[in-house]
């Protein structure tokens, strides 16, 4: 499942405001994710990294501006948002990352190769039968990682993967993304561990409703950007109205060597 990188971008934001009831969570931002990126969305609790992730997979409709997208996405929600009470089997969730090619559940034992080989390098070989609500935090998100994979997309976008699970799966499931960009895939993680960022993450994007900074993590994590961020969030009106913003500059980041492709023009 080897894929060559993308000679565009896989994912240009144009002046998005994303919201909810016209209520903006993310405002104004503007930037490329160049094929290839491995990207952490990181930024105070409410800042917008769920939404992000959501507007780039297309649940949420941009109030302002415009997304384009190239090649396919696999996205993978935070697991507290899927209903584990749910009576489906590992093999069942795994396998939905087949749909497109199985067309349905009926369709899903011819894969049964491709879904026992996807089990075995999240490391839950055996577990096929096994009911999801039996399975530990850890194991719940192994088989996520385990239907992402047979998505087989160019372009993965996590909402906090390693949230409430084990150091060893943490570990493993790191060197799984790690995997993927090494094949070239584009990778997104909206993370709270800055550790685990500048140790494994090239790129950042540090969100506060809005950019902060967006660039190289040694960069972009600096004490001055964190405080920036942690102020912006804390002085946030959740009553605020849509607010119009500057117009966002049609050229982002081809012209740019790579300290500087992916800087949002408001960035700190």
């Known amino acids: 499942?080897?894929?060559r990188p993308a000679t565009r971008d896989s994912i240009r934001l144009v002046g998005i405001t994303l919201g909810y009831d016209r209520h903006p969570a993310v405002h104004h931002?503007?930037?490329?994710?160049?094929?290839?990126?491995?990207l952490?969305?990181?930024?105070?609790?409410?800042?917008?990294?769920?939404?992000?992730l959501k507007g780039m997979v297309g649940e949420i409709r941009c109030l302002e501006g415009h997304i384009d997208r190239s090649g396919a996405l696999a996205y993978m929600p935070q697991a507290d948002e899927i209903d584990r009470s749910f009576?489906?089997?590992?093999?069942?969730?795994?396998g939905m990352g087949l749909w497109r090619k199985a067309g349905s559940w009926r369709g899903l034992e011819r894969w049964r190769p491709e879904i026992g080989a996807a089990l075995d390098a999240v490391g839950l070989g055996g577990f096929e039968a096994r009911p999801i609500s039996t399975l530990s935090g850890g194991q719940f998100r192994r088989a996520l990682f385990a239907r992402l994979?047979?998505?087989d997309c160019p372009v993965m976008l996590l909402d906090e993967p390693f949230t409430g699970i084990d150091n060893r799966t943490v570990e493993d499931l790191l060197a799984l993304i790690r995997l993927w960009h090494g094949q070239g895939r584009?990778?997104?993680a909206a993370l709270h561990d800055l550790t685990q960022v500048r140790e494994h993450f090239p790129t950042t994007l540090l969100l506060a409703r809005e950019a902060v900074a967006w660039g190289p993590t040694a960069r972009v994590l600096t004490p001055e950007n964190l405080a920036r961020a942690r102020n912006l969030s804390e002085a946030w009106d959740e009553d605020a109205a849509v607010c119009v913003g500057p117009k966002p500059a049609v050229a982002l980041g081809h012209d740019h060597g790579p300290e500087t492709h992916h800087h949002h023009e408001d960035a700190a």
């Open 186 to 188: 584009t990778v997104v």
């Open 40 to 52: 952490a969305l990181v930024g105070p609790n409410g800042a917008g990294k769920s939404t992000l």
């Open 87 to 94: 009576p489906l089997s590992v093999m069942d969730l795994a």
């Open 29 to 38: 931002l503007s930037g490329t994710v160049r094929a290839g990126d491995l």
């Open 1 to 3: 499942m080897s894929i």
């Open 149 to 151: 994979i047979l998505q």
